[in-house]
């Protein structure tokens, strides 16, 4: 399944910061986070935003960061 646009939702917006959240539906967390995942989102999300993940095996929390200038999803540890 590839990124729905339609799945991605604005929770809050302060100070040029956005915490999102996305539903991954059948997804898992590793999915979500795989290089090129939230390209089609590029325009919208910001590095340093933060993602809150629902998946198919549980939830997480993720930051946009940039990988050879495309945002990705990396997991809080």
Known sequence: MAFAIRNLSVLAYAQGFTLWHYKAGDL???DVSAPGFVRPAKDLLAFGDMVMISAADGGGIAYVAEKAG?????PLS
């Open 28 to 30: 898992r967390l590793a």
């Open 70 to 74: 495309e945002p990705v999803l990396k």
